[in-house]
């Protein structure tokens, strides 16, 4: 629910089905109890979202991830109150926006961290309201550079297919807490096997090197293809007869030539 020019969220509706959330665009403002008591466990305010008045994301039960723009100027009291689950929260504002609430020192806040930038760490930490979050022997303030992604790693590194076969690979980005975790797929020879979404599908004979990438970090898996060289070697279908030329690709129709024949 939003106000007629669509610059204030009113309301979002408590129970609506879903993890995660990103507020659009154009948006500036958060109201009053805004998400109150909603069972997100992400949220994302975009560049632009200036205000989050009193308790707008109070009791988020199930808060996990909250990331907040550098065009942050002022929360109001009570923001993080009863967010119990709440860990990482990424506030991208250089100078310490105003905070209406004295509750950071309390011990809801243990498991919280706020990843602030670089050089502004030391700020945040010195700061009346925010620096209660190291308070008790705590250390919750730090860089936002540790949520950088740190590397990437495929479960295989090496895979033998027949053409017409496909695999899963499976991509783990480091750390885990990473802000952005989306991995970019490639094939250096898409006339041997394909990729899409980590699924390799063998084309024809050859070998072909699978990148997944994250951030500034790559990880590879180097894919041989072989041909079907008898019947046990073509994929069963008991639905369809699939044919393949002696290069090892499906074809719609034999014409002239030698082909398997499944």
Same mark, same amino acid.
């Given at each position: 629910?939003?106000?007629?020019?669509?610059?204030?969220?009113?309301?979002?509706?408590?129970?609506?089905?879903?993890?995660?959330?990103?507020?659009?665009?154009?948006?500036?403002?958060?109201?009053?109890?805004?998400?109150?008591?909603?069972?997100?466990?992400?949220?994302?305010?975009?560049?632009?979202?200036?205000?989050?008045?009193?308790?707008?994301?109070?009791?988020?039960?199930?808060?996990?991830?909250?990331?907040?723009?550098?065009?942050?100027?002022?929360?109001?009291?009570?923001?993080?109150?009863?967010?119990?689950?709440?860990?990482?929260?990424?506030?991208?504002?250089?100078?310490?926006?105003?905070?209406?609430?004295?509750?950071?020192?309390?011990?809801?806040?243990?498991?919280?961290?706020?990843?602030?930038?670089?050089?502004?760490?030391?700020?945040?930490?010195?700061?009346?309201?925010?620096?209660?979050?190291?308070?008790?022997?705590?250390?919750?303030?730090?860089?936002?550079?540790?949520?950088?992604?740190?590397?990437?790693?495929?479960?295989?590194?090496?895979? /033998?297919? @027949? !053409?017409?076969? #496909?695999? %899963?690979?499976? &991509? *783990?980005?480091?750390?885990?807490? +990473?802000?952005?975790?989306?991995?970019?797929?490639?094939?250096?020879?898409?006339?041997?096997?394909?990729?899409?979404?980590?699924?390799? /599908?063998? @084309? !024809?004979?050859? #070998?072909? %090197?699978?990148? &997944? *990438?994250?951030?500034?970090?790559? +990880?590879?898996?180097?894919?041989?293809?072989?041909?079907?060289?008898?019947?046990?070697?073509?994929?069963?279908?008991?639905?369809?007869?699939?044919?393949?030329?002696?290069?090892?690709?499906?074809?719609?129709?034999?014409?002239?030539?030698?082909?398997?024949?499944?």
């Amino acid at each position: 629910l939003f106000n007629l020019d669509k610059t204030e969220l009113v309301k979002y509706p408590p129970y609506k089905e879903g993890d995660s959330y990103i507020v659009p665009d154009g948006v500036t403002d958060l109201s009053e109890h805004a998400f109150y008591g909603t069972l997100l466990k992400s949220l994302v305010l975009p560049e632009g979202v200036q205000v989050i008045e009193s308790q707008a994301i109070r009791e988020m039960n199930n808060l996990e991830i909250l990331i907040l723009p550098s065009t942050i100027t002022k929360m109001g009291m009570g923001t993080f109150y009863g967010c119990k689950k709440l860990k990482t929260v990424v506030l991208k504002v250089e100078e310490c926006p105003k905070y209406g609430g004295t509750d950071l020192n309390a011990s809801d806040f243990d498991n919280m961290i706020l990843y602030v930038p670089s050089e502004s760490v030391e700020t945040y930490k010195e700061n009346s309201s925010w620096g209660k979050l190291n308070s008790n022997g705590r250390d919750n303030i730090k860089s936002i550079d540790l949520l950088n992604v740190s590397g990437i790693t495929l479960d295989q590194t090496s895979a /033998t297919l @027949v !053409a017409g076969e #496909t695999i %899963t690979l499976v &991509a *783990t980005v480091s750390p885990e807490n +990473a802000l952005d975790k989306t991995v970019t797929w490639s094939s250096s020879d898409e006339g041997v096997a394909l990729v899409e979404g980590g699924v390799v /599908t063998a @084309v !024809a004979q050859g #070998t072909t %090197t699978i990148k &997944a *990438t994250a951030g500034e970090f790559s +990880a590879t898996c180097e894919v041989t293809v072989s041909i079907p060289t008898s019947v046990e070697d073509v994929e069963e279908d008991t639905e369809e007869t699939v044919i393949y030329d002696l290069a090892g690709r499906r074809v719609k129709e034999a014409t002239n030539g030698i082909y398997i024949v499944n």
